[in-house]
């Protein structure tokens, strides 16, 4: 028998991945594992753009509210669940479909990526708590410059892990990574202008939502502004602008650059994999095609 076939569907935030997965999912009798690294925290829902359970649509979402968000959750701990639902997925006849966009816990859960065994070191961290993220950048670069192209440069929780496995390896792990599923790659991405449009238009729609008050209302049940600051991008400016440091209007401004700047990012990350097949959402016909083929080997 061979291995394990999964889907895994990647792109940048407001692509429309969310809306094509579930449609997908339905077609194929497919589960979806959610590969978003804020998505798995509790009670952060408006802000990371969370499938909500109408758009669900009764088909099973795996990975979601599964950590406390005053801790954090690791790629280490997302690869031990995300191949456990994988598993139950397939003892079920299911089709495994892994959605998002955080590249770096997907090629880890596929085992593309080797993640470093190297434990907390809270002597370290301790020394490194009051580094600002361009600083932390800054180390990075020096003891790791490959990690440092394509890290968040500013999630300080990151860079703190990766500056923390960098001192204690003193190298880049050289284990040879090998895949332990069969894999179908679909990218979804669009032209930069309409995907910038998408981002304004759904950043408005989530602010209309109520975000700001998820923002509160997380803090006021108590997660702490610095752990707010430590969860990026939206949360990071909505507790600038809710601790006064910054105006609404700065907020927005803000916002919109840094989740495009993100977008980029990612981007940055899923070119590098030759093996994802990129279509524009509305490729529906061709994506589906594809998809059966992969799924019952023909010419595959």
Known sequence: MGAQKVITLVGPTAVGKTGFSVRLAKDIGGEIISADSRQAYRGLNIGTGKVTAEE???????????????HTFTAADFVREGRAAIAAIAARGRVPIIVGGTGFYIDALLGKVILADVPANERLRHELRHKNAEELMAMLQTLDPERARTIDAKNRVRLVRAVEIATELG????????ALYETLWIGLRLPTEELKQNIHT?????????M????????????????MYEL??????????????????????????????YAKRQMTW????KEINWFLPNEKDR?????LEFLHGNNR
């Open 202 to 210: 759904r950043l408005l729609a989530r602010l209309q939502e109520n």
């Open 171 to 178: 190298f880049v792990p050289t284990q040879e990574p090998h």
């Open 270 to 273: 899923f070119k590098r994999n």
């Open 287 to 291: 994506i589906h095609t594809l998809v």
């Open 232 to 261: 990026g991008l939206e949360y990071r400016s909505m507790a600038y602008h809710l601790t006064g440091t910054i105006s609404y209007e700065e907020m927005l401004a803000q916002l919109e650059k840094e989740i495009v700047r």
């Open 56 to 70: 669900m649509q009764g088909v099973p979402h795996h990975m979601l509210d599964v950590a406390d968000p005053s």
């Open 212 to 227: 700001l008050e998820e923002a509160k209302q997380l803090h006021e049940e108590g997660l702490s502004w610095e752990r």
